[in-house]
C-alpha cells in the first residue's frame, strides 16, 4: 500500500496538451525547425532541457521570453481534467505532491487558477539538477514529504515521467491522456483517464 501520491501536472491534473503543442508548433515554424520533431522532443522535459536539446545555438534567455509570450495567451483556455479537484480534496493535506516539469510560479499559478490545491510541497523545473526521467524530481518529494519511495504512487501521462517514477523506485500508474496506451506500457497500470484511474489512486493510500 502507498503512503502518498505524487502527481505530474500538465497532461494529468490539467488538460494543457493542446495548447503546449501549439506553442512549440509554433515556436518551431518561427526558428525553421521542424514542428513536428520539436513537439516529439518536448514530452514530459523540462523548458530548458528541450531548448538545449533542438536549439542549443540560440540565447536561451530569448528563448525563455518567447514562448512565456506564446503561453500566456493560451493560458485562460486551460482546465483541470475531470475528477483532479475531487481527487485532491479526498487525498487531503500532505498525502500527495506535484513533481512537475514545469516552472514552480506558472505551476502554482495553473493550480490556482484552474480550482486545484495547491500543495505545499511541489517540485518544479527549478528544484532539480536534472528533468525527467531522472527520477530525481520524485525522490526530493518523497523525501519532503517524509516518505520511503516504495510507498509513493506515481501518477504521469508520459513515458519519461513513467521511466523517472520507475527509477526511484515509485509504484506508477498511467493515464492516456496524451499518448496511447501503448507507449504506457512500462508503467504498472494504465487508466484511460484521471477519472478512471481516481478510485484505483484512492485505493492504493487506503
Known sequence: MATVVLFDVDGVLID???AHGRVWRAWARARGLDPEAVWVATQGRRRADILR???????PAEEHRALDR???AE???FRAFDGAA??????GPGRWAVV???RAEPTAARLARTGLVVPEVRVCAEDVSEGKPS????LTAAAR??????RCLVVEDAPAGIAAGLAAGCTVYAVASTHRPEELRDAHVCFGSLREAAGAVLRAVG
Open 16 to 18: 494543457t496538451a493542446d
Open 53 to 59: 536539446l533542438v536549439a542549443p545555438e540560440r540565447d
Open 70 to 72: 506564446l503561453m500566456a
Open 75 to 77: 493560458e485562460p483556455g
Open 86 to 91: 475531487g481527487l485532491l480534496r479526498a487525498l
Open 100 to 102: 512537475t516539469s514545469s
Open 135 to 138: 527520477p530525481e524530481g520524485y
Open 145 to 150: 514529504l517524509g516518505a520511503d519511495p516504495a
